[in-house]
Nanobody, 122 residues
Framework: QVQLVESGGGLVQAGGSLRLSCAAS????????MGWFRQAPGKERELVSR????????YYADSVKGRFTISRDNAKNTVYLQMTNLKPDDTAVYYC???????????????WGQGTQVTVSS
């Protein structure tokens, strides 16, 4: 089972940028599709982006499309989320996780990391 550690969060002004990293343990990292989720206070956790095992396919939620870029380095067992033009609505705890598709939907599988807090001030 892959264990995950997120980092790179912080406090940034609106319009700023952050790069999140998610380091995974275990040799099976390259066999998993990976996703970035976020959870804002009082809201459900939502999938904001995902990337396929070989980086050939990516997905972005409409709310982040054009501003966030997901990438991965299988040699380093790491997945990244580059966030630009950040908005106060992006404030949340960000988590990465392995994801799997059931029907038309994608779900987290395995364990969650501890998350990393992103706070965007207006």
């Amino acid at each position: 089972q892959v264990q995950l550690v997120e980092s790179g969060g912080g406090l940034v002004q609106a319009g700023g940028s952050l790069r999140l990293s998610c380091a995974a343990s275990g040799r099976a990292f390259s066999t998993y599709h990976m996703g970035w989720f976020r959870q804002a206070p009082g809201k459900e956790r939502e999938l904001v982006s995902r990337i396929s095992r070989d980086s050939s396919t990516t997905y972005y939620a409409d709310s982040v499309k054009g501003r966030f870029t997901i990438s991965r380095d299988n040699a380093k067992n790491t997945v990244y989320l580059q966030m630009t033009n950040l908005k106060p609505d992006d404030t949340a705890v960000y988590y990465c996780a392995a994801v799997s598709q059931i029907g038309s939907r994608w779900y987290q599988v395995g364990s969650w990391g501890q998350g990393t807090q992103v706070t965007v001030s207006s």
